[in-house]
C-alpha cells in the first residue's frame, strides 16, 4: 500500500455550531467551510491544522451514519473514522480487497471536500473506521 498521510480525523458532533465556536475561538483555529453532504446525510466542517484537518460531522438526518454513531456513543461523538491518503484509491481499493479487507465501498465515491473516498469495513480493521482518500 501506498499510504502518503493522515488526511483527516473524521470527529461526529451534536451541534456543529457550538463545535465550531470552540474550535475558532477557544483554539484559534480557523474553520476552512462548511459542506453539506447529502448522500451521507452530513453537514461538515473543515479544520485544517498543520498537514492534516479535522472534519466535524453533524447529522442532517435521524437515520444518517452520523447519528447512528452518536446513538450507539451513548448520545456523544467522538472520533468516528481516520481517514488516509493515497495517491490513486481504485488501486488502493483492489490493494485492499486483494488482501482480504472487506471494503464498505468498492467504488470510489464523493467525499466532503471533493475527495474520492472508499471506507473499509471496521471488522476487517480491528474495529476502526478507516478511510481511503484520494485528493487533487
Ligand atoms: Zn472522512
Known sequence: MNITK?????IAVTNLDDTIKFYEETLGIACHGVETVDEQKVKVAFFPVGDTEMEFLESTSEDGPIAKF?????????????ALR????????????????????????????????????????GGILLELCERE
Do not use: L, W
Not at 6 to 10: F, P, R
Not at 70 to 82: A, D, F, L, M, V
Not at 95 to 108: C, F, L, N
Open 70 to 82: 452518536i446513538e450507539n456513543n451513548k448520545g456523544r461523538g467522538g472520533i468516528q473514522h481516520i
Open 86 to 125: 493515497v495517491p490513486n484509491i481504485v488501486k488502493a481499493i483492489a490493494e485492499m480487497k486483494a488482501k482480504g479487507v472487506t471494503m464498505i465501498d468498492e467504488t470510489p465515491r464523493y467525499g466532503a471536500g471533493g475527495a474520492k473516498i472508499a471506507f473499509c469495513h471496521p471488522k476487517s480493521t
Open 6 to 10: 493522515v488526511d483527516h480525523i473524521g
